[in-house]
């Protein structure tokens, strides 16, 4: 019997929460004669929520590791393993480090964002971003070793995070027991631009977060920022000086770069203008998705929670676009569970107003990292090749690398 060929194509771009969604979904419901491409510079994600905890020693690094090779077999989907350098909207292509472009019907992207490094600490061997989060741990060690190794063993390491919110301070929390439990001297530094930490939050979340960082003799600077760093000593606005062996940046999330090779519509943030389909607001046939996208008429926070719920307008769309019917709006919800993980099997959250600092805080976390991650389990233990076996890495990606799936 004659294989019936695909007639279109659909590109996800990026391996983030919302694309992954879609390659599940592939798995249990395929658009007729439609084949879908992941595109991913690298065969393993990364997943965000779970990378404090990681941190901390609470979980393997191959816990919060998702297997694109296996999750694409078992899907269906093929998977090019190249780096995405542009998009061409007019002629339909996907533009590729290593080789031809790809063409596509529809596409979706979902490339996540960047932190903004201030001008003082770019291009700095001390600085570590906290994204690329699957190479965070590595270039940590990296750092460390580098620190310690130039007889300073028994020196006390200064460390500085830059960023107050929700990445900056569960960082802290868990670098603090990183470092604690390899018996590292340490002193840690917190900075933000702002007048609290985690803006946004309850003041009562606030005020946990802030005793949970006095008790760890962590010290906060607010209102303050970067002014000059010699690659030893960072200088902040008000002139103190603080020695600085390691700093990581936590910061405003920033397009990255190479978005300015989309020709898509701009939103004055710099990330891809998007409508409440989740289209962009240039190209019908192009969708955007987690951080990437902002909407104008209704920007959001640039946080994971908003790429997961994203994943089932993103599939119902995809599906109606193939059919050419009328495409839901996403609608943001204005309050969720919020919940940072402290390190020490607690967990620091707030849900519905209230503010709590436990045990059973870090369990329900636990629990809804595992089921997240269960999600994208399979049972194949043979996935040498996805559909219309195109799984190898074309960029040279080894097993050692992974994307952020936090999207």
Known sequence: MQET??????????????????????????????????????????????????????????????????????????????????????????????????????????????????????????????????????????????????????????????????????????????????????????????????????PKMQQLAREELQRREIVTHLQQRVADFDGRQLTLENGRSLAADIIITATTAAPPPVLSHFDLAKADDGFLATRPTLQSTSAENVFVVGDTATFPDSPVPKAGVYAVRQGPVLWENLERSFQNQPFEEFHPQSSFLSLLATGDHKAIGQYHGQAFHSRWAWKWKDYLDRKFMKLHQVDDPHPEKTANGDSLPLNGASNGQLADSNR
């Open 5 to 202: 060929l695909p007639a279109q194509d659909l590109v996800l771009i990026g391996a983030g929460h919302t694309n992954l969604h879609i390659v599940r979904k592939w798995r249990e419901r395929p658009i007729p004669l439609v084949r879908v491409t992941l595109i991913s510079a690298f065969n393993r994600a990364a997943y965000s929520g779970m990378l404090p905890g990681t941190l901390a020693g609470l979980y393997e690094l191959r816990e919060m590791e998702i297997d694109l090779d296996r999750l694409a077999a078992a899907s269906g989907v093929r998977v090019v393993y190249e780096e995405a350098i542009g998009l061409d909207s007019g002629q339909q292509q996907v533009l590729l480090a290593n080789r031809s472009p790809l063409r596509y019907d529809v596409a979706a992207i979902g490339i996540g964002s960047v932190p903004k490094i201030p001008d003082p600490l770019q291009q700095q061997p001390a600085v570590l971003s906290i994204k690329p989060m699957a190479t965070f741990h590595h270039r940590l060690r990296e750092r460390l070793v580098e620190v310690t190794q130039d007889g300073n063993e028994s020196a006390t390491v200064s460390v500085v995070i830059v960023g107050g919110g929700a990445a900056g301070v569960e960082v802290s929390f868990c670098l603090h027991e990183y470092l604690a439990k390899r018996l590292i001297s340490a002193q840690l530094h917190l900075i933000d631009a702002g007048d609290t930490i985690l803006r946004g939050y309850l």
